[in-house]
């Protein structure tokens, strides 16, 4: 069992910056020849789940879309925390962000936090 905890949400104006973070209770992405990955998602009230941006044990990352340019994600191994920097921060950035880990065939998501970009 894997637990991943979000941090790093608030209240921000458009065009500011935000660091979100996910601690994981155990190793994920420490072996460069692993399969594991970590991802970002993000989810509004009555839309489907949207990939913001992936990352592999590999240091392979992938963005959605809506991240390209703007976000980045990185990880630190030594704590087991991942990371996504937002930059240029949109309204249309407002979220609930969720951490995702994916451990062979299983998933394991946080509980997920508030991200709310607004003059």
């Known amino acids: 069992q894997v637990q991943l905890v979000e941090s790093g949400g608030g209240l921000v104006q458009p065009g500011g910056s935000l660091r979100l973070s996910c601690a994981a209770s155990?190793?994920?992405?420490?072996?460069?020849?692993?399969?594991?990955?970590m991802a970002w998602y993000r989810q509004n009230p009555g839309k489907e789940r949207e990939l913001v941006a992936r990352l592999t044990s590999r240091g392979t990352a992938t963005y959605g879309d809506s991240a390209m340019g703007r976000f980045t994600i990185s990880r630190d191994n030594s704590v087991n925390t991942m990371y996504l920097q937002m930059n240029s921060l949109k309204p249309e950035d407002t979220a609930v962000y969720y951490c995702r880990a994916t451990i062979g065939s299983v998933i394991y998501w946080g509980q997920g936090i508030q991200v709310t970009v607004s003059s």
């Open positions: 155990r190793s994920i992405l420490s072996s460069s020849m692993g399969t594991n990955t």
